[in-house]
Each structure stands twice: as structure tokens, then as C-alpha cells.
């Protein structure tokens, strides 16, 4: 309130127009008029808004410096997680490793495998072949023993009977002969 009536006097004594008309009025001049008013207004803004504008600002000071402490908690959070997500990636990426080298020692072991099967059923496949050759060589030897066999008992069947042709006596004589041979009695 004393600053009111300060400016209040001040008013009187520093306007002589004011003291000459003998009380206060209206003036219009407007470069006057601003000045004075304006020092009022912010006169009136500092004794009166000084708690108001001191709790306002109090008010977000606090609120910047929990936003800031927030940011700073979350930021400290995003740095762990993506430190945790970072070793996840690595372990993740050293698996990776680890079985794409499991696959490829079981896909080596696999083709050996194969091939050592494959060359047992080679060898087995040209044993049957040669058994089959050995075979078949052993049936056609055979065959043409039997054939030569059989002419020549033909042939000495044919020569017998131009020899002995009807006489009896040789023939029993060489029957008696055979038998003879073989171990038997005449």
C-alpha cells in the first residue's frame, strides 16, 4: 500500500497541472499518460505478482529439473538395455557360428558317409559282376564239355558199329572186356 500512496504523491507533486486544477483528472495526453501508467502497472506487477510469479517459477523449476531427472533415468535405462540387447545380439550371433559350423562338420561327415557307402556298393556291384561273369563262364565251359562229350560218344558209338557192325562174337568179346575193366567176372 505504500507504494500507492508514494506514487500517489508523486503524482501531485511532480504534475503541476494536477496541483492547478486543484485535485486529480483525466489526462490525455497520451505520452504522458503511458509513462505514469505503465509505471503503475509494473509497480502493482511487482508487489503483487512477486509470490505469484516467485511460486510459478518455483513450480517449474521443479518440474524441469524432474523432467530432466527423468530423461536422465531413462536414458541411463535405454543405455542398459541396449547394452543388454547388444550381448544378446552377440551370444545370439556366436550360435549362429556354432551351428552353422555343427552343420557343416555333420553335412562333411554325412558326404564321407555317402561316399564310403557308395564305393562299398561300387566294389559290391563288380564282385556280383565278376561272380556273375565267373559264372556264366563256368556254365558255358561246362555246357561245351557236355556237348563235346556227348559227340564224342556219339562219334565212338558210330565207329563201334562200323567195326563191329554184325558180328556178334566181337561184340561180346568186348563187353567181356569192359567188364573186365570195371572189376567184375567173366
Known amino acids: 500500500m505504500g507504494m500507492f500512496n508514494w506514487l500517489a504523491s508523486a503524482g501531485m507533486t ?6 492547478e486544477a486543484g ?23 511487482i508487489y503483487f505478482g512477486r509470490g505469484f510469479l516467485g511460486e510459478s517459477l ?10 530432466i531427472s527423468e530423461a536422465e533415468a531413462n536414458q541411463e535405462k535405454a543405455a542398459a538395455t541396449l547394452a543388454e540387447e547388444q550381448e544378446k545380439l552377440a551370444q545370439a550371433q556366436a550360435e549362429a557360428k556354432k551351428i ?10 554325412a558326404k564321407e558317409q555317402i561316399l564310403a557307402e557308395a564305393k562299398t556298393e561300387i566294389q ?7 561272380q556273375d561273369t565267373s559264372a556264366s563262364q563256368e556254365r558255358a565251359i561246362a555246357e561245351i ?9 556219339e562219334k565212338v558209338e558210330a565207329d563201334l558199329k562200323n567195326q563191329l557192325g554184325n558180328n556178334e562174337s566181337a561184340q561180346r568179346k568186348l563187353v567181356d572186356q569192359s567188364i573186365a575193366l570195371l572189376g567184375g567176372n567173366s
Open 23 to 45: 485535485g486529480y483528472s483525466l489526462n490525455f495526453d497520451i505520452l504522458e499518460a503511458n509513462l505514469v501508467n505503465l509505471v503503475i502497472v509494473i509497480g502493482l506487477l
Open 58 to 67: 518455483v513450480k517449474r523449476r521443479e518440474a524441469i529439473e524432474t523432467a
Open 145 to 153: 564239355r557236355q556237348r563235346v562229350t556227348a559227340m564224342a560218344l
Open 14 to 19: 511532480g504534475f503541476p497541472q494536477l496541483a
Open 124 to 130: 559290391r556291384i563288380k564282385d556280383a559282376g565278376s
Open 100 to 109: 552353422l559350423a555343427n552343420a557343416q562338420t555333420n553335412a562333411s561327415k
